[in-house]
């Protein structure tokens, strides 16, 4: 089966995602500008509907992210390394959790589940600079009892000079802390 296409749509999907983080991070720094004066309409009503739908998108992105996971590691045979197995732990348990807090409406709960982005996040985050720079010393330690034979180092794919399987993790959790984040305010 030819998986090109797929990645393809991945690797579009995660620059779409950070066309959308930084659209983000301009209305957040907005919303800090306009604190003290009062927003204008159009962007009262976006503060308004962020919160409110956080807790979802959080949770769609988390099931897209475990959902390309299985596809990268069941369909298309790319074997994870250690680090991968250790964002993995970070990730698969997020739609499990969000969708129940989204059935049981546990809003108050998001402050406990904040911390698995985070951390997936910051263990991604080292993933990708030690392929992009390079680096021998992110899986310097065998780890064939778990089953990772796989380089931490190797790249299975490299879009537009620095967008590899990391990289889109990185992009995922980072939307998802940013989504529970903002949900915070709610």
């Known amino acids: 089966m030819n998986t090109d296409p797929v990645f393809d749509i991945l690797a579009y999907l995660v620059l779409g995602s950070l066309v959308f983080l930084s659209v983000f991070l301009v209305i957040l720094a907005l919303k800090v500008l ?5 927003f204008p309409p159009f962007l009262a009503r976006l503060f308004a509907w962020f919160p409110k739908n956080g807790l979802l998108f959080a949770f769609i992105i988390s ?7 299985l596809f990268m590691s069941n369909i298309a045979l790319l074997e994870p390394c250690h680090l991968c197995w250790w964002q993995r732990i970070f990730m698969f348990p997020l739609p499990f959790i969000l969708g129940m807090m ?4 546990l809003d108050k709960a998001v402050i406990a589940v904040l911390p698995l982005p985070i951390i997936g996040g910051f263990i991604s985050l080292y993933q990708w600079y030690s392929q992009i720079t390079d680096s021998s010393t992110a899986c310097a330690v065998s780890f064939n009892a778990l089953g990772a034979s796989t380089s931490c180092n190797s790249a299975y794919l490299m879009y537009f000079g620095f967008m590899s399987i990391p990289f889109m993790t990185f992009v995922a959790f980072g939307l998802i802390a940013a989504f529970l984040a903002v949900h915070l305010e709610q």
């Open 34 to 38: 306009f604190w003290k004066k009062g």
């Open 102 to 105: 989204l059935w049981k409406r």
């Open 63 to 69: 099931l897209f992210s475990v959902t390309g996971s």
